[in-house]
């Protein structure tokens, strides 16, 4: 009887580390699906669909502004060219570092594809602004790691804040205030790069609601 008895502890035992193992495996899993491979940032499914709705409840339950970056690497085209996708992987990694170092505690950062970063700051459209300023001037004279030496690059910034709204539904908001980011990045970068442009701040309506990006 007591063989039986340590023979199902021992199983009960094995089958708790089973699940253990299991449970690890599949944070392993979400972590690398809900992560960018080459930074270690929030990739844009992540970004896009969980960390800007919850900072944007955030905004809404604190009566708190919101504001939004989207931003581009001017050159990297170019470098790609020059020294080869490997030399532009290490320039994009290097901006990623540097744009963990000097974010904020309350700002979210996310690679969402091949040049492009996104942030998110709880600060009205001024305090946006002037920090992506700050930053655009500080990457453009900083050199970043490219093949066996560095490059200097630019960024173009896209500024979007929101100061209330009565769209209640963050996944929404969010398709709308993207949808305005791609508008006024595209301006930067038609205008020639290493520039910030900002849109407009205003209440999101309706009329907002019907057409997301």
């Known amino acids: 009887m007591q063989e039986r008895i340590d023979a199902l502890e021992q199983e009960n035992a094995r089958l708790r580390l089973e699940a253990e193992r299991l449970r690890e495996e ?9 992560t960018d491979d080459l930074t270690g940032l929030p990739n844009r499914i992540s970004f896009l669909r ?23 690497a001017d050159t990297l085209g170019d470098i790609n060219q020059k020294y080869g996708r490997t030399a532009g992987d290490q320039v994009i990694k290097g901006l990623a570092e540097y744009l963990k170092a000097i974010l904020g505690e309350d700002e979210k950062l996310g690679h969402l594809d091949g040049t492009n970063f996104a942030v998110t700051m709880h600060a009205d ?12 001037t500080q990457i ?3 050199p970043f790691p490219c093949g066996d030496g560095t490059e200097q690059i630019t960024v173009s910034v896209g500024i979007c804040s929101v100061r209330t709204t009565k769209v209640r539904d963050p996944r929404l908001l969010t398709d709308i205030v993207f949808k305005r980011l791609n508008e006024v990045l595209y301006t930067a970068k038609k205008e020639g790069g290493n520039r910030v442009e900002v849109y407009p701040e205003t209440d999101v309506n309706a009329g907002d609601a019907k057409s997301p990006g």
């Open 125 to 136: 459209l001024e305090e946006a602004t002037n920090r992506a300023r700050k930053w655009r």
């Open 26 to 34: 599949n944070r392993r899993w979400a972590r690398m699906a809900s």
């Open 50 to 72: 969980a960390i800007v709705p919850s900072e944007i409840r955030r905004a809404l339950s604190e009566d708190k502004p919101i504001s939004f970056l989207l931003m581009a």
């Open 140 to 142: 453009k004279s900083r």
